[in-house]
């Protein structure tokens, strides 16, 4: 009831207020499901963003073929509700490990491979000629820029799409003469995963306001035009002897149940008996790390970032989770109203 109540105050007042809003700015929601479920495309629909930025697959690098796949497609049934959604941008994410095994002279063959499968989803997912955007999400390095950034213009080369853009973490942003700059018409700047969730020193591996202050300082001039992203999602990072075990899916409240869990610093959590989360085995003693973007602390850096870098057209969450929203709805609220 206080999600649904939530949600219906939401609406409410991003309807009184929109016609307020005296920037040009677009807002959107990643949508990184397999499925579509009738509840997510309903409440999107009535927050009316300008764009919803659709995962179409990912590509992987598969061992026993020794060749890249394409894996998660959605579900083109439950899919079809999107068709009447505004503002659908597709979204591939390619695993690096593609890149670090692909010779560059292969790159224009998996540009051809993947075009045909996305040609293929928009026929199936009704979305034939409504697509002006294309973007590409891909953690490349050093090692695999070349190959990377050859994949992307023998794409673009081929494919007639209004607009190509490429996700930008933060660190190829400030590193930009070692990491190299995309061959695309614009970046999305994700403002998250900052810090190694492998490090059980880390507090936050997703987002913590002074490391986004380190790599954006106002003084970095990225040749793209640049939009922004922000989390509102989160996991816990499950620890066994200090070491990482795996990420674990749950609510923020997941390990507050003072049956199982004591909590010791910061947002740890330690396992006081042998119990099971997300199909996983957890064992006394076991520490789960709580990893959530906090709202204030997230309110904040939206402030400081859309400040350093106010030349954005674009503010998008990633991404929208239904349950998630309670939590979320109040800064999701102001950051429609405000920017």
């Known amino acids: 009831m206080r999600f649904r109540i939530s949600l219906l105050l939401l609406f409410s007042i991003i309807a009184a207020l929109s016609c307020k809003r005296s920037r040009p700015t677009s807002h959107a929601f990643y949508y990184w499901k397999s499925s579509c479920y009738s509840e997510d495309a309903d409440n999107i629909a009535k927050l009316r963003p300008d764009n919803i930025y659709l995962h179409y697959f990912d590509v992987i690098w598969d061992e026993r073929r020794k060749m890249p796949v394409p894996v998660a497609s959605p579900d083109k049934y439950s899919y079809s509700s999107w068709s009447r959604l ?9 695993e690096n490990r593609v890149f670090e095994k692909l010779p560059v002279d292969s790159c224009a063959v998996l540009a051809r491979k993947v075009a045909a499968k ?16 294309m973007q590409f999400d891909c953690d490349w390095t050093a090692s695999t820029q070349k190959q990377y950034f050859t994949f992307l213009q023998a794409f673009r080369a081929n494919e007639v799409y209004k607009t190509i853009s490429a996700t930008i973490r933060l660190y190829p942003y400030k590193y930009q003469q070692r990491m ?29 306001q002074e490391e986004v202050k380190r790599y954006i300082t106002g003084k970095t001039v990225y040749p793209l035009p640049l ?19 795996q990420i674990i899916y749950g609510d923020a409240s997941l390990a507050e149940d003072t049956s199982v869990f004591h909590p010791v610093i910061a947002n740890n959590f330690i396992s006081k008996l042998d119990t ?9 003693g076991d520490v789960l790390r709580r990893e959530y973007a906090q709202p204030a602390e997230l309110q904040e850096i939206i402030r400081y970032v859309t400040g350093k870098i106010p030349n954005y057209e674009t503010i998008a969450f990633y991404h929208w989770n239904t349950p998630n929203m309670n939590k979320y709805a109040p800064l999701i609220q102001e950051t429609f109203y405000r920017y």
């Open 276 to 284: 099971v989360m997300d199909n996983h085995y957890i064992r006394e």
């Open 86 to 94: 505004q503002g659908i941008k597709p979204v591939v994410y390619i």
């Open 180 to 208: 190299g700059v995309p061959p695309v018409d614009r970046g999305m700047l994700m403002c998250y995963n900052l810090n190694s969730i492998n490090n059980p020193d880390v507090n936050n591996s997703i987002i913590m």
């Open 227 to 245: 939009d922004l992203a922000f989390p509102v999602f989160g996991w816990y990072a499950w620890f066994r002897n200090n070491e990482f075990q």
């Open 118 to 133: 996305i040609r293929a989803l928009n026929r199936q997912l009704n979305m034939q000629g409504i697509i002006t955007e």
